[in-house]
């Protein structure tokens, strides 16, 4: 159980990164620039 968790770790840790610039992308352009 412990090798997976280690393992997916760092997918989860970028996830989150590109999730929050993602939000933070729209909440200054404005849902996407639309």
Known sequence: ???A???ALPLVLVFLYF???II???ATTG???Q
Do not use: V
């Open 31 to 33: 849902f996407g620039g």
């Open 1 to 3: 159980m412990a090798p």
């Open 5 to 7: 968790i280690l393992a």
């Open 24 to 26: 933070k992308g729209i």
């Open 19 to 21: 999730q929050r610039q």
